[in-house]
């Protein structure tokens, strides 16, 4: 597979997964998907900072993958990825969902800066959390592609839910089913790319 067309396939997982910025703007109503365990989670300002640091996270994780990665297992990848982002849209567009978000009673650096991602990021699009999403996806196929770094990708994914409702960003439900969506994506790519006989994938061709 050329250069060309795996950056053809990140583009096209880029503009669908880049939808959710005017869903999130143009949204005004939703369900609410809060819980009474939600009630016992604590508000964290401190991890707005791993909350960020995923972002430029996915960034160099796909490009890496394009560089990389196998061509079979990339394509694997490609298509768990851009059927994620699909059905994260469509759930956006067709079920949305927002975050009551808590009120950020602290001062301080860490304070500033959760405010600041309060500002510029709406409520919605809350279900699935795509922070839990693509930071699975990244995990799971990390893993597949270089099993010695599961240990530091797993923890990515602990790490992502905890950032994901720490801050106030999300409510449980929602890095559940992006964890879930994550998954799910995961194996359907497997599936697609290396057939019904894979049942363990580890190092694929």
Do not use: C
């Not at 950056?7 to 997964?17: C, G, N």
């Not at 880049?18 to 819980?35: A, E, Q, S, V």
């Not at 196929?141 to 106030?168: D, E, F, K």
């Amino acid at each position: 597979m050329t250069f060309l067309k795996r950056f053809s396939l990140l583009m096209v997982m880029l503009l669908i997964s880049g939808l959710y910025f005017p869903l999130n703007k143009i949204l005004t109503n939703g369900y609410n998907l809060k819980t009474a365990l939600d009630a016992y989670i604590p508000l964290v300002p401190a991890f707005a900072v791993p909350y960020l640091l995923f972002l430029p996270f996915w960034v160099l994780a796909f490009l890496v993958a394009a560089w990389k990665m196998n061509d079979r297992l990339f394509r694997a990848f490609m298509i768990g990825s851009i059927s994620a982002a699909v059905i994260a849209t469509l759930t956006y567009a067709l079920f949305p969902t927002y975050t009551a978000r808590p009120e950020i009673n602290s001062n301080g650096w860490a304070a500033a800066l959760l405010n600041t991602i309060y500002s510029k990021d709406n409520v919605f699009n809350a279900f699935p959390s795509e922070h839990v999403l693509y930071t699975t996806l990244i995990a799971l196929y990390g893993a597949t592609w270089r099993p010695t770094w599961s240990i530091p990708l797993n923890g990515s994914i602990i790490l992502v839910i905890l950032a994901t409702l720490l801050t106030g960003q999300h409510h449980l439900v929602d890095p559940i089913g992006g964890l879930a969506l994550g998954w799910g994506s995961y194996r359907f790519g497997l599936w697609a790319e290396y057939g019904l006989r894979l049942q363990n994938p580890v190092q694929l061709p």
